[in-house]
């Protein structure tokens, strides 16, 4: 790949009437990546940012230095240069609550997961409640549920609430039970299953809607407890290079918190937030419409979160056809074909782009159905998504492409699935599962992310897992379904342009031409030629946005910044 002379000279005369008086940061001493305005990766070795945070060219050193006479220099000590990363599904609060509670992600057993409740209880005696998530049957090699009682042997004294890692269900202890006041007679609520001893009485674990039977008791986390888990998330989503985020679902409460840490310039990555459905909060924050690019961009509200069914592990995903490990269930459908239609044209009519949560093939194809009879009377110029789109048959993959909604993908799931994904699906279903290169191939569009917390926030894991298939393990050989690996070219687009497309923020962010905003990170590998195994291995050094540094490795910097 070549510095291409032609592409630089537009970049950097693009920005020239802001250049002259402008000129704030030089970064020098690196070697750089980005797209083209027609998707072509491109190097540079040098950038030029303009005093209001924006890139005013990127090119060699030598044409761009007579420029930045009066800029600061950045001696970027020959580390790779990139634009930040965006990760199209997390979930921002979500990741810093797990930072203070009971963190069961990477438990390799039953045991190891009840060590670290007990722990986290004793390090914690005034906790009404003890909380947390990531704990996985299936890595845990159960084969079955956990249970109340297993639950006991950690904390008997005081309630135990603990999300499963996918978020799709909750293990409860027998005190949250009892306070709870669920019972034998106690009915699951639609969209919902309340796993149950032989006698009929709850086990322990509740899936999807049945959650809330527990966590309707769960005392809500206080504002500083928000507030400190809000940092925490920030903090994490830098040190990874994370510069952008779809936060997918949020409430009344957590709007005020960003819209608070926007007002005190506190806000270090961009948050490109969801409404958590279309019921009471929905109509408190779409009194005033979508809302874009406050606070220098760093804050947005201009789309609607929606379920259509739960998760493939809990096996809550909606089937067209029976489990098989499980013949007498086809998974949960959350709402009725109606319901379904309604609360999307709800959200469209307000001008919200429209972003469901779609697992199972019978899911996915419910909303390809329930858009196609919406769209001809509304248009795709919202952009609307589907979420995780995991596991479609591969007609519908087409009927997708066609309907021009963007598949809003998570590749470390795959790797994370793919054993259970199997014994849940069977080898005939597998053909459309974790598809991101037939969605290519058939014309679509792909924006990648992580779904953190349920996997890691790291980008590097993700784009291992796009090209390679397989866990950092190495496993399976050749990786899983292997005709789905995606180039790292592919991939890196789905974490930065495509993530912005399917924001709505591609002339903002995502790449680092002329007018954008200077979000980049500096790395220490050359992710395009290094072994696909060495990826994860990837170390962020800094992390900038909107032309300020607001992470630095350690080892790095002399002085803390951001």
Same mark, same amino acid.
């Given at each position: 790949?070549?510095?291409?002379?032609?592409?630089?000279?537009?970049?950097?005369?693009?920005?020239?009437?802001?250049?002259?008086?402008?000129?704030?940061?030089?970064?020098?001493?690196?070697?750089?990546?980005?797209?083209?305005?027609?998707?072509?990766?491109?190097?540079?070795?040098?950038?030029?940012? =303009?005093?209001?945070?924006?890139? %005013?060219? $990127?090119?060699?050193?030598?044409? +761009?230095?007579? !420029?930045?006479?009066? #800029?600061?220099?950045?001696?970027?000590?020959?580390?790779?240069?990139?634009?930040?990363?965006?990760?199209?599904?997390?979930?921002?609060?979500?990741?810093?609550?797990?930072?203070?509670?009971?963190d069961l992600s990477g438990t390799r057993s039953l045991e190891e997961g009840l060590e670290r409740v007990k722990a986290y209880a004793e390090a914690n005696p005034d906790a009404k409640w003890i909380r947390g998530r990531g704990w996985n049957q299936e890595v845990w090699g159960l084969g079955r549920f956990p249970t109340a009682e297993e639950l006991d042997s950690a904390v008997k004294d005081r309630p135990v609430w603990l999300a499963r890692v996918d978020?799709?269900?909750?293990?409860?202890?027998?005190?949250?039970?009892?306070?709870?006041?669920?019972?034998?007679?106690?009915?699951?609520?639609?969209?919902?299953?309340?796993?149950?001893?032989? =006698?009929?009485?709850?086990?322990? %674990?509740? $899936?999807?809607?049945?959650?809330? +039977?527990?966590? !309707?008791?769960?005392? #809500?986390p206080t504002a500083a407890e928000q507030e400190a888990a809000l940092e925490a998330a920030l903090k994490t989503m830098a040190s990874v290079g994370l510069t952008g985020v779809h936060d997918a679902g949020i409430d009344q409460k957590t709007w005020a918190l960003y819209r608070r840490f926007g007002e005190e310039g506190r806000l270090t990555t961009r948050i490109y937030a969801m409404i958590g459905g279309v019921d009471k909060d929905f109509d408190a924050?779409?009194?005033?419409?979508?809302?874009?690019?406050?606070?220098?961009?760093?804050?947005?509200?201009?789309?609607?979160?929606?379920?259509?069914?739960?998760?493939?592990?809990?096996?809550?995903?909606?089937?067209?056809?029976?489990?098989?490990?499980?013949?007498?269930?086809?998974?949960?459908?959350?709402?009725?074909?109606?319901?379904?239609?309604?609360?999307?044209?709800?959200?469209?009519?307000?001008?919200?782009? %429209?972003? $469901?949560?779609?697992?199972?093939?019978?899911?996915? !194809?419910?909303?390809?159905?329930?858009?196609?009879?919406?769209?001809?009377?509304?248009?795709?110029?919202?952009?609307?998504?589907?979420?995780?789109?995991?596991?479609?048959?591969?007609?519908?993959?087409?009927?997708?492409?066609?309907?021009?909604?963007?598949?809003?993908?998570?590749?470390?799931?795959?790797?994370?699935?793919?054993?259970?994904?199997?014994?849940?699906?069977?080898?005939?279903?597998?053909?459309?599962?974790?598809?991101?290169?037939?969605?290519?191939?058939?014309?679509?569009?792909?924006?990648?992310?992580?779904?953190?917390?349920?996997?890691?926030?790291?980008?590097?894991?993700?784009?291992?897992?796009?090209?390679?298939?397989?866990?950092?393990?190495?496993?399976?050989?050749?990786?899983?379904?292997?005709?789905?690996?995606?180039?790292?070219?592919?991939?890196?687009?789905?974490?930065?342009?495509?993530?912005?497309?399917?924001?709505?923020?591609?002339?903002?962010?995502?790449?680092?031409?002329?007018?954008?905003?200077?979000?980049?990170?500096?790395?220490?590998?050359?992710?395009?030629?290094?072994?696909?195994?060495?990826?994860?291995?990837?170390?962020?050094?800094?992390?900038?946005?909107?032309?300020?540094?607001?992470?630095?490795?350690?080892?790095?910097?002399?002085?803390?910044?951001?």
């Amino acid at each position: 790949m070549r510095l291409a002379t032609a592409f630089l000279l537009a970049t950097v005369l693009s920005g020239a009437a802001q250049a002259a008086t402008f000129a704030a940061t030089f970064v020098e001493n690196v070697k750089g990546y980005t797209f083209d305005g027609l998707g072509r990766l491109q190097k540079f070795e040098a950038a030029l940012i =303009d005093d209001s945070g924006k890139i %005013v060219g $990127v090119g060699t050193r030598d044409m +761009l230095k007579p !420029r930045a006479e009066k #800029a600061d220099v950045v001696d970027g000590g020959g580390a790779v240069m990139l634009p930040g990363l965006i990760d199209a599904h997390g979930h921002v609060m979500g990741l810093g609550q797990m930072a203070l509670e009971v963190d069961l992600s990477g438990t390799r057993s039953l045991e190891e997961g009840l060590e670290r409740v007990k722990a986290y209880a004793e390090a914690n005696p005034d906790a009404k409640w003890i909380r947390g998530r990531g704990w996985n049957q299936e890595v845990w090699g159960l084969g079955r549920f956990p249970t109340a009682e297993e639950l006991d042997s950690a904390v008997k004294d005081r309630p135990v609430w603990l999300a499963r890692v996918d978020g799709h269900a909750g293990w409860a202890n027998s005190k949250a039970i009892q306070l709870a006041k669920v019972t034998a007679k106690t009915k699951a609520p639609s969209g919902g299953e309340i796993i149950r001893a032989e =006698d009929g009485t709850p086990s322990g %674990v509740f $899936v999807d809607a049945a959650e809330s +039977l527990i966590a !309707r008791h769960v005392p #809500a986390p206080t504002a500083a407890e928000q507030e400190a888990a809000l940092e925490a998330a920030l903090k994490t989503m830098a040190s990874v290079g994370l510069t952008g985020v779809h936060d997918a679902g949020i409430d009344q409460k957590t709007w005020a918190l960003y819209r608070r840490f926007g007002e005190e310039g506190r806000l270090t990555t961009r948050i490109y937030a969801m409404i958590g459905g279309v019921d009471k909060d929905f109509d408190a924050l779409s009194k005033a419409g979508p809302q874009d690019k406050l606070y220098d961009g760093r804050l947005s509200l201009r789309a609607v979160k929606l379920y259509s069914d739960g998760a493939l592990g809990s096996r809550g995903a909606a089937l067209l056809e029976p489990y098989t490990d499980a013949p007498e269930s086809k998974g949960l459908a959350f709402h009725s074909d109606p319901a379904l239609a309604n609360m999307i044209s709800r959200a469209i009519s307000k001008g919200y782009q %429209v972003n $469901v949560h779609a697992i199972g093939d019978a899911a996915n !194809r419910q909303v390809l159905n329930t858009f196609g009879k919406i769209l001809p009377y509304t248009g795709q110029g919202l952009r609307h998504r589907i979420e995780h789109a995991q596991v479609l048959k591969p007609e519908d993959i087409k009927t997708l492409t066609e309907l021009g909604l963007i598949a809003s993908m998570q590749p470390t799931h795959a790797t994370s699935d793919w054993q259970m994904a199997e014994k849940r699906l069977g080898e005939e279903r597998l053909d459309g599962a974790y598809a991101w290169k037939t969605v290519l191939k058939s014309g679509g569009k792909l924006a990648f992310g992580s779904d953190f917390p349920v996997e890691s926030p790291n980008p590097f894991y993700g784009l291992h897992a796009a090209v390679t298939r397989q866990t950092q393990d190495g496993e399976p050989e050749g990786g899983w379904l292997p005709e789905q690996k995606v180039s790292m070219i592919e991939a890196f687009y789905a974490f930065t342009l495509g993530a912005a497309h399917a924001g709505h923020q591609e002339n903002q962010v995502g790449s680092l031409a002329a007018g954008k905003w200077a979000d980049f990170i500096l790395v220490d590998k050359d992710i395009f030629s290094a072994p696909p195994q060495e990826l994860p291995k990837t170390k962020v050094l800094e992390t900038w946005v909107a032309g300020e540094r607001v992470y630095c490795a350690e080892d790095r910097c002399a002085e803390k910044v951001g």
